[in-house]
Every structure is written in structure tokens, then in C-alpha cells.
């Protein structure tokens, strides 16, 4: 079989942040970059083998929308990067719920979590447990039943040279794009690497070969056990097969 790429939709406003799937639903955002009073956009993609339907829709509250997961209950939720006192006007919480596509976001994850650049968010099988990426920690959040977030507790923290970006949660690990901090990775010809680490916290691996400068966005694929990820300063898509990463 061969592959083809298609644009299912353009931008309304300024560049694509974050990204996740529930089934054949698709959920998006964008924002302008430069800008800090920009009102981000949410999209709502649904592709069937006939046809592509998209809605848009301003987020009003959210500021720079960043990580993204949608829990069983087909509840969004966003990560947002301006939570932190290097905006004119920090937004009010590092993590937003919306109940559904049309709800209005709800403060979901309490300000004093925001330490430095909330980044990735991903759940375990049961959305029992959220993973949440800020700076060069990676926390674990308990979800209650009723939805709310619960106990906030480090489960691993890196150098502090280092952020963290997206992070993918499988069964039996956690997957982490680990980068320099932006300011001094920006055109940087330093590899990151892709972080495994287990459940109870431990570093298993590091991925990280010539190739890979900076790794960004990290799918796992629970068919094969593969982790697709993208590179953001030499651009590409990669794949790591466990033992190492092949363009």
C-alpha cells in the first residue's frame, strides 16, 4: 500500500498546537503565536470513508493550547502553556476540561501546577490516571470519579536543562519527548531523545539517535508496539520499532 497526504483543513487562525483522536473524531486547536490576546480555535473533525465534516469554535479562557487527550467519556481535555507569569496575563489554570465539544472550558488542574511550560497530557487505559509534562517534569494526576483531579505527585523528573514535550502512556511504559529547554535549543544540532519509562517511575531506555534533533508530538501504536514521532527543528516523521528509531 502507498500514502498520500490530502489537507483536511486549513488554519483560521494562526498555526496547529495540539492534536488528539477519539475513534473517528479528530480534536485540534490553533492560536496565533505572536500574538498573546489571541483567542485560540478548537476544531472537531469527523472522517468517515465518504466524507470529512469539520466544526470550529473559539476557546475563550485557554491562551496557548498545547497538549491534548480525551478521556472515556469523550471528555477534552488541553494543556495551556500560558498558565505560567511569562505572559502579560497568565491564563487561569495548566490544564483545561471541556465536557464536550460545544462546553465551555473549565478549570481543570489548580494554578500552583503550573511551574514553568505546561506541555503534554496523556491518560492511562482506564483514565484512572493522567500523565502531565511541565518543564522537565512529568507528574501523575488521579482522576476521582466525578471527573475532578485528584492527587498531583512527580513521577519523573529530568535534568533541568531539559523539558519535556509530548508524551504517549501505554500499558507498560510511558514514552517522553525529552528536549534542551527552548531558549537554547532553538537551532540547536543537539539531540533530545525519546525517554521510556516504566510505571513505577524508572528509566528504562533513552532513544536517541543522529536523527533525531527534536523530538515533538509521540503516538504509540498498541497493534505493533511501534512509537511514531515527529521532529520539530529537522522536520520528519520517525518510528521507533523498541530498540531504536528509523526514518
Not at 475563550?60 to 493550547?65: R, T
Not at 473549565?106 to 491518560?123: R, S, T, V
Request: a negative charge; aromatic letters at 10%.
Amino acid at each position: 500500500d502507498s500514502y498520500y497526504l490530502d489537507v483536511v483543513v486549513n488554519s483560521v487562525n494562526g498555526g496547529f498546537s495540539g492534536l488528539t483522536v477519539d475513534g473517528n473524531r479528530l480534536y485540534a486547536t490553533s492560536y496565533q503565536l505572536a500574538a498573546t490576546n489571541s483567542t485560540p480555535t478548537l476544531y472537531q473533525i469527523d472522517v468517515d470513508a465518504q466524507s470529512v465534516t469539520v466544526q470550529t469554535r473559539t476557546l475563550n479562557g485557554i491562551k496557548q493550547p498545547n497538549g491534548m487527550a480525551v478521556d472515556n467519556y469523550g471528555r477534552i481535555y488541553i494543556s495551556d502553556s500560558a498558565a505560567v507569569g511569562n505572559w502579560l496575563t497568565p491564563s487561569t489554570a495548566p490544564i483545561f476540561r471541556l465536557d464536550s465539544f460545544a462546553a465551555a472550558p473549565q478549570e481543570w488542574l489548580d494554578a500552583e501546577y503550573a511551574q514553568a511550560f505546561p506541555n503534554g497530557i496523556d491518560f492511562n487505559a482506564d483514565c484512572s490516571i493522567m500523565y502531565y509534562a511541565d518543564a522537565n517534569v512529568i507528574y501523575s494526576i488521579s482522576v476521582l470519579a466525578s471527573g475532578a483531579a485528584g492527587g498531583v505527585l512527580p513521577f519523573y523528573t529530568t535534568d533541568t536543562s531539559k523539558i519535556f514535550d509530548d508524551i504517549a502512556v501505554t500499558d507498560e511504559f510511558v514514552a517522553a519527548a525529552e528536549i534542551l529547554s527552548p531558549v537554547s535549543a532553538s537551532g540547536s544540532n543537539t539531540s533530545g531523545c525519546i525517554r521510556v519509562i516504566d510505571l513505577e517511575g524508572d528509566s528504562l531506555q533513552t532513544i536517541a539517535p543522529d536523527r533525531l534533533s527534536e523530538p515533538s508530538d509521540i503516538l504509540y501504536n498498541p497493534a505493533n508496539g511501534e512509537l511514531w514521532v515527529t521532529d520539530y527543528f529537522k522536520g520528519g516523521l520517525l518510528v521507533s520499532h523498541r530498540l531504536g528509531l528509523t526514518q
